[in-house]
């Protein structure tokens, strides 16, 4: 989830930079499905950057922007009775904060998937991933190869992919189709730019008669591809927020 991979970056040196997160008077500009979604999904990761930061009364200002989106969308249901109380009984406690942000993350999840809010959910985890993404390449400002920051924008890589084919499922609606030809497009980035090192492989048998291959190789950040990386990320967060 935003909350496990901010949780990393802090972890790992990551400061709190909030003009990074999408400011709300934007939200006037979403007027139709695929924005209010797509938005949903980007203030959602917002709320994990402030409440992993601690910035408590900015993210009740989001909280409740993400639940008038989501009343737009029809998926009101996907927050619990007592979310805002808890919410405001808990603004000082930065801890409690980034639970109560993860724990709406898994339930909206659940609840879209469990009635069929396919469309809506892809596009909300597509907008989720690029403010992600956005906002952990930007606050690198200089490319170090030892950056552990650097070094988790190359492992989203495998998490675009995965992405990439949860949403494949509802390529066919015209909603969708345009975004997942956006994040195609930022995968042809990490992949022309990253640099493939080769390993060796190893194969091994088990009792059973089994073979498991393993090596082969493995995409390695560099400058150019950071750099490339971002740029994209840049560019599809505009095109979302705009």
């Not at 990551?14 to 934007?26: A, D, F, S, T, Y």
């Not at 009775?81 to 909206?108: G, K």
Request: one cysteine or more.
């Amino acid at each position: 989830t935003p909350n496990e991979l901010f949780d990393i970056i802090k972890l790992q040196g990551g400061e709190q930079q909030i003009n990074l997160v999408n400011p709300l008077e934007n939200s006037d500009n979403y007027i139709d499905q695929k924005s209010k979604s797509l938005n949903f999904g980007i203030y959602s990761a917002d709320i994990a950057y402030l409440s992993c930061f601690g910035i408590g009364t900015d993210f009740l200002k989001y909280f409740k922007k993400i639940e008038e989106l989501g009343t737009d969308l029809g998926i009101s249901g996907a927050f619990y009775a007592d979310l805002m109380s808890r919410i405001e009984s808990n603004e000082s406690n930065t801890d409690s904060l980034f639970l109560i942000s993860n724990d709406s993350y898994y339930e909206s999840y659940e609840y879209l998937e469990q009635n069929d809010k396919g469309v809506e959910l892809s596009l909300i985890m597509a907008g989720g991933y690029i403010e992600s993404l956005y906002i952990i390449c930007n606050l690198v400002d200089t490319y170090s190869a030892d950056n552990p920051i650097i070094t988790k924008v190359g492992d989203q890589k495998v998490v675009l992919e995965s992405l990439i084919d949860f949403i494949a499922s509802y390529a066919d609606n015209v909603l969708v189709e345009e975004t997942i030809n956006d994040l195609l497009g930022l995968s042809d980035v990490f992949e022309n730019n990253m640099e493939f090192v080769e390993s060796s492989s190893d194969v091994k048998s088990n009792d059973e008669g089994k073979l498991t291959v393993t090596g082969g190789g493995s995409f390695k950040m560099n400058e150019a591809a950071f750099v490339a990386i971002k740029n994209k990320a840049n560019e599809l967060r505009e095109k979302f927020t705009k």
